[in-house]
């Protein structure tokens, strides 16, 4: 059900279906319980009702347009980057979505291409028991959502990224353009078979548009226009040339992503009248009709030529989640989530039939190549063929989890499943009587699932199929996660049950507990240390995506010693987030170094052969930090795994948002394709300007203490800074009214003058040499509301976990004799 707000935000109101946060209208579709960035959703629990309910924020019709009359500052572009242990071959998130190229020649390789929650696109080549990993498409940034081809080697994908991709499916991974029309997460596509041209998009925007590809991805021109951009990636370079010279790169570098300047400017049809969401498109061969449907229970039906609208057919009672349409265009079948199929005249426009076979939502049709029979699949975990004169309808198999989309080869229907794996099962598209001959076939029904029931006469059908004929595996996807407080290790749970710890700083796992309690081994690894949240991370697809964006990440710096870093002092001082920015662009910079020499500036800035004004202009936005020589001593102090290297997600300033492994970055990408702060802290190894960096606090002797020392008022000193340091500051500004027991004679101490107060608690207080006096050290204890404070336990810590007031930290200090 949905509600619309007075702001114009539709809100859908769902039942948890306890497998899915946001159950049938996003779980499964393909939209993430959680929207990217965080720009257009909330959700909230309703305590009152007596099941648990969601509010979820869906979509504001128009929103792109809204942006430009906000006032609110720019927040800077944030850097992802997604980790993974697994083998890079196989998908980590559930499939949404699936399509078979068929080789022309009887030779020739047939392939399978699959889309996944993960962001990538996997082509694989099929053989007779088996299909072979042939190559990954990297370039969305979140979950793919649906793909279709057309043209013979052309793949056109959508996600919730709100973008529309087109690839040369026979390339290594190459985008050829992106399409950015879209105000929201694109859902769906369609693509007319004889028709290579008309590909059309729909999405929660409730928008639709119908794209001409010869123009869209006719050569470039000079245009403002942002919504189209070239994406030049690759998984694997741009070694192999294009086999069709339609689809040919716009430019011969491998830059992430096109500007502005190079967009032609080609505006898609629209095809305006959808208030709310889209779920489902279909075209004929000749892509002359289109129809949509979605949560206003309705079809809609358009002419793509004019992006006119037909005809509206009512009739079911739920959102409509798949359609299919002959090659004709007179028929049409559609899924809902009211669990009906229906057959639809539109000659006639009016629904002729209407089949009752699953026991829940229908999310997936395909028909077989004469259009008479359908195979459908859904919520319910099964999957129908049915024969749309007769009736008679058969359980071909059952899966253990919802079916998003269907796919015939042949005389086989691949299965794309909210897991990570897919599977082929014998469908006998060319003879599908063969499938009703087996037995345990039913008449389906024409009202309702419960009258499925009735004609079942309470019995449950048998699956003509227990097993697949081939299966594709994927690996478990990461469902949960907790950041542990030493800000450097994540602790996962995957849908295997699979407990993981993750170095975050070095982008791999270095610990794997196997199946155990995950809330029992976040208790055993707590450790009482503060540090502040220099990174967020999250797990929506499928992997462990750590997230940096500044000036938060920059607040987080550690002792070279506890991070056990060989050939630095172990006082110095290390900043997690540089550190970590170095390593995972090492390749990067060392592709730099060889593109454009290995001259460097004084500040190891490499030069870029480019115009420098606007870097110039940048770089006047941050601060030098005061520990340069520090930290450039040693690079990276955090090398990534070159095995399992990460993808980087991010932004420039010019085009949108890319996606690409570390190992594939080539040396060309600059500020168009990274923020302007990450490319100043991986070159000039400066930092903009950090707050609560110090720690704030009193030095008091203990009560009864004749112990005093030369220092007034209140201290400062870094967040990090141990207890240790402050034991040495009392020692070097102790006054003694009478010599202690454990100092010799020759050994007295010598109190500073006046005047030679240290305001400021530093790392290096005692770096210049231990004075005579200091050979034999008074034993000191430094205690917070009257408890002993461990030597390496920091200012932060203590503040955290044993002061516990906002008021500036007090600390005391006592003389312990006889040790």
Known sequence: MFIKSNEGVYLEICRDSGTCGICDAIGYLGIP????????????????????????????????????????????????????????????????????????????????????????????????????????????????????????????????????????????????????????????????????????????????????????????SKSNDANVDDCSTSTNGLGSSLQNTSLRPISSSNNISGHANQCQGYVPIAAKGHKESVYALATNDQGTLLVSGGTEKVLRVWDPRTGSKTMKLRGHTDNIRALLLDSTGRYCLSGSSDSMIRLWDLAQQRCIHSYAVHTDSVWALASTPTFSHVYSGGRDLSLYLTDLATRESGLLCTNEHPILQLALHDDSIWVATSDSSVHRWPAEAHNPLKVFQRGGSFLAGNLSFSRARVSLEGSTPVPVYREPSVSIDGTSAIVQHEILNNRRHVLTKDTAGVVKLWEITRGMVIENYGEISFEKKKEELFEMVSIPAWFTADTRLGSLSVHLETPQCFSAEMYSADLSIAGKPEDDKVNLARETLKGLLAHWVSRRRQRFGSQTSANGEIPSGKDLSSRTLTLSRVEGDGNLENDSAVYPPFEFSAASPPSIVTEGSQGGPWRKKTTDLDGTEDEKDFPWWVLDCVLNNRLPPRENTKCSFYLHPCEGSTVQILTQGKLSAPRILRIHKVVNYVIEKMVLDKPLDNVSADGTFAPSMPGGQHPVVGDGSLRSGLKPWQKLKPSIEILCNNQVLPPDMSLATVRAYIWKKPEDLILNYRVVQGR
């Open 33 to 220: 319980p959680s929207r990217p960035q965080g720009e257009h959703s909330g959700s909230r629990s309703i305590a009152s009702l007596g099941c648990h309910l969601q509010v979820l924020t869906m979509h504001r019709v128009g929103s792109a347009g809204n942006s430009s009359n906000s006032v609110r500052k720019s927040k800077e572009k944030k850097l992802t980057y997604v980790l993974n242990d697994a083998d890079n071959t196989k998908h980590c998130a559930g499939v949404n979505c699936l399509a078979v190229l068929k080789s022309p020649g009887p030779d020739g390789c047939d392939y399978l291409f699959t889309g996944s929650r993960d962001g990538t696109l996997k082509r694989w080549a099929l053989s007779e028991d088996r299909a072979t990993f042939s190559a990954t498409f990297e370039s969305h940034v979140d979950w793919v959502n649906d793909v279709v081809l057309t043209g013979g080697n052309t793949l056109v994908s959508c996600s919730s990224d709100a973008s529309v991709k087109v690839w040369n499916c026979l390339s290594d991974g190459i985008c050829v353009r992106t399409f950015r029309q879209h105000s929201d997460y694109v859902t769906c596509l369609a693509a007319a078979e004889k028709n290579s041209n008309v590909v059309a998009s729909g999405g929660l925007g409730g928008e639709v548009f119908i794209w001409d590809l010869e123009a869209a991805l006719a050569p470039v």
